[in-house]
């Protein structure tokens, strides 16, 4: 059937007049490159900083229990008054100053969109956690960036010099850091919180593995907010649970942020069932975690070509003689897969691994004995 003259009129019409839907997003947005992580795949997989163990039957099976005494029909709490509880009390601080959240990413995402706007200016130190510049420049903030030191370290005075000279609305430090795995110093850090004119919010995503926090510092700094995360030592990445610590005042801003029932029932209940169980269960997996850190950074130090960077997480950056492309593609052919980090600031000849099993760290120290006998 022919379109008629007035159809054909106005259809031309409508097509001169479209755009193109990609002209809505911001230009920062558009020339942003996507945080994303490779779909290889590897029987050891020492990538991602996860716990080598999975969660312990009996927290699983206290969580199974709790769930299926519940009705399944009801939303969660919409504010997990419990789960807050239990978290002050592992935390030492007060349920009032706790948020509870999907994953830490969207609390760390929730205080910067309370926050940062056109012309506000977030201070980072590189190469850290890649979400805090894209989740900044998303916002239209402004990303400062202090280097670490050569040695990969914080630059305490270079970060209060930044804060003098740019006067940030939001300090952001990872520590133990990603991907470098050290730690700022608590008399560094107090320096910044007493300088610093805005908030600072400090990242313990691994705080476990160093046995140290940083959170006794805020019953006296009301602009400290600090991020903790099921998803390493706890063994819950694939719950998606984290949690913020701060003044009460300041969590109930940021929770403004947070979308309603962000966090589900059974993520609710295996966080609760995981503190309660954190002392019998998940802190002898962290003490073997952390033995073998040790023993693994023995072993990478022993082979020639390679220099691991002494940590007190549960990864380890390492620089490599060889690209560290190529040995992520040896290893991969060998079922290892490791992180390359190799575009990170500062991390041109490095890659990054996870601390696996005893059994997996031995097989990536024969496996990366061999790479390195060949190729140097």
């Given at each position: 059937?022919?379109?008629?003259?007035?159809?054909?009129?106005?259809?031309?019409?409508?097509?001169?007049?479209?755009?193109?839907?990609?002209?809505?997003?911001?230009?920062?947005?558009?020339?942003?490159?996507?945080?994303?992580?490779?779909?290889?795949?590897g029987?050891?997989?020492?990538?991602?900083n996860?716990?080598?163990?999975?969660?312990?039957?009996?927290?699983?099976?206290?969580?199974a229990?709790?769930?299926s005494?519940?009705?399944?029909?009801r939303?969660?709490d919409f504010?997990?008054?419990?789960l807050?509880?239990?978290?002050?009390r592992?935390?030492?601080?007060?349920?009032?100053?706790?948020?509870?959240?999907?994953?830490?990413?969207?609390?760390?995402?929730?205080?910067?969109?309370?926050?940062?706007?056109?012309?506000?200016?977030?201070?980072?130190?590189?190469?850290?956690?890649?979400?805090?510049?894209?989740?900044?420049?998303?916002?239209?903030g402004?990303?400062?960036s202090?280097?670490?030191t050569?040695?990969?370290?914080?630059?305490?005075e270079?970060?209060?010099?930044?804060?003098?000279?740019?006067?940030?609305?939001?300090?952001?430090?990872?520590?133990?850091?990603?991907?470098?795995?050290?730690?700022?110093?608590?008399?560094?850090?107090?320096?910044i919180l007493?300088?610093?004119?805005?908030?600072?919010?400090?990242?313990?995503?691994?705080?476990?593995?160093?046995?140290?926090?940083?959170v006794?510092?805020?019953?006296?700094?009301a602009?400290?907010?600090?991020?903790?995360?099921?998803?390493k030592?706890?063994?819950?990445?694939?719950?998606?649970?984290?949690?913020?610590?701060?003044?009460?005042?300041?969590?109930?801003?940021?929770?403004?942020?947070?979308?309603?029932?962000?966090?589900?029932?059974?993520?609710?209940?295996?966080?609760?069932?995981?503190?309660?169980?954190?002392?019998?269960?998940?802190?002898?997996?962290?003490?073997?975690?952390?033995?073998?850190?040790?023993?693994?950074?023995?072993?990478?130090?022993?082979?020639?070509?390679?220099?691991?960077?002494?940590s007190?997480?549960?990864?380890?950056?390492?620089?490599?003689?060889?690209?560290?492309?190529?040995?992520?593609?040896?290893l991969?052919?060998?079922?290892?897969?490791?992180?390359?980090?190799?575009?990170?600031p500062?991390?041109?000849?490095?890659f990054?691994?996870?601390?696996?099993?005893?059994?997996?760290?031995d097989?990536?120290?024969?496996?990366?004995?061999?790479i390195?006998?060949?190729?140097?």
């Amino acid at each position: 059937m022919q379109q008629s003259r007035f159809e054909l009129k106005t259809q031309n019409c409508s097509m001169a007049h479209m755009h193109d839907p990609l002209d809505t997003i911001k230009q920062r947005v558009r020339e942003l490159r996507a945080y994303s992580l490779t779909p290889d795949r590897g029987a050891v997989k020492i990538n991602q900083n996860e716990n080598p163990w999975d969660t312990p039957a009996p927290i699983k099976m206290e969580t199974a229990r709790r769930l299926s005494a519940r009705s399944w029909s009801r939303y969660p709490d919409f504010v997990p008054v419990s789960l807050h509880e239990k978290l002050a009390r592992f935390a030492g601080w007060t349920p009032d100053g706790v948020v509870a959240g999907n994953g830490s990413n969207e609390l760390i995402q929730a205080l910067l969109m309370v926050t940062v706007t056109e012309g506000k200016r977030v201070l980072i130190s590189e190469p850290t956690f890649a979400l805090y510049r894209q989740v900044t420049t998303v916002l239209g903030g402004e990303v400062i960036s202090v280097p670490l030191t050569p040695d990969l370290k914080y630059d305490a005075e270079a970060l209060m010099k930044a804060i003098g000279e740019h006067e940030p609305d939001v300090t952001i430090i990872c520590s133990p850091n990603n991907p470098t795995g050290c730690r700022i110093d608590d008399a560094d850090l107090m320096k910044i919180l007493e300088a610093a004119r805005g908030l600072v919010a400090v990242d313990e995503a691994y705080f476990e593995f160093t046995n140290h926090s940083v959170v006794p510092l805020l019953e006296r700094h009301a602009n400290l907010a600090v991020f903790r995360t099921f998803s390493k030592a706890m063994a819950m990445a694939a719950l998606r649970v984290g949690y913020l610590l701060a003044a009460p005042e300041l969590a109930r801003e940021i929770s403004k942020a947070v979308l309603p029932y962000n966090l589900n029932a059974m993520s609710q209940t295996a966080a609760e069932v995981t503190v309660e169980m954190y002392a019998e269960e998940m802190r002898p997996l962290v003490d073997k975690i952390i033995a073998e850190r040790e023993r693994l950074y023995v072993g990478l130090k022993n082979i020639r070509g390679l220099a691991p960077v002494k940590s007190v997480s549960n990864f380890m950056v390492v620089r490599s003689d060889i690209a560290p492309r190529r040995v992520f593609d040896e290893l991969l052919r060998r079922d290892i897969l490791i992180r390359d980090v190799s575009n990170y600031p500062m991390l041109k000849d490095y890659f990054r691994l996870s601390v696996g099993t005893p059994a997996e760290n031995d097989l990536l120290i024969n496996a990366l004995r061999e790479i390195f006998a060949n190729e140097l």
